[in-house]
């Protein structure tokens, strides 16, 4: 779990949920550097001519999970990352329609960049088809 804000509440309220299954939580200091890095690729992105990038509030979940296991893992592949549609269906509780774009918190089109470059470093292995 990473969203810093809520994560003991959600945590809480996981475990009285689901008892069997263990729950745990990003550090405020890992979530930090993790914005770090990503400021850094989205400035290498711009040099290299990519953008323009739209402002962004925060990371999508899969970006935190994406991030962290690049660093635990010597392979990380993924797969539908670079397919985001504001017409599609929702990712959330499997709503047939988006109730809002996901713009307003994330910049999609830097994330997509974002995994194409570490793609191309090597770093993960984008499944695209």
């Given at each position: 779990l990473w969203f810093p804000l809520a994560q003991d509440d959600v945590l809480a309220n996981c475990a009285k949920r689901f008892p069997e299954n263990p729950g745990y939580g990003m550090s405020p200091r890992l979530?930090?550097?993790m914005v770090r890095v990503v400021k850094l690729l989205r400035?290498?992105?711009?040099?290299l001519g990519q953008g323009a990038f739209g402002n962004?509030?925060?990371?999508?979940?899969?970006?935190h999970g994406v991030l962290h296991f690049a660093r635990m893992c010597d392979t990380v592949s993924l797969y539908g990352f670079t397919t985001y549609s504001s017409k599609g269906p929702d990712q959330?509780?499997?709503?047939?329609?988006?109730?809002?774009?996901?713009q307003v918190f994330h910049d999609w089109a830097m994330e997509g960049a974002i995994w194409r470059l570490m793609n191309a470093a090597g770093i993960i292995n984008?499944?695209?088809?």
């Open positions: 979530i930090q550097s400035v290498d992105l711009q040099r962004w509030y925060q990371l999508t979940s899969g970006a959330y509780n499997g709503r047939l329609k988006k109730q809002h774009s996901g984008l499944c695209t088809h």
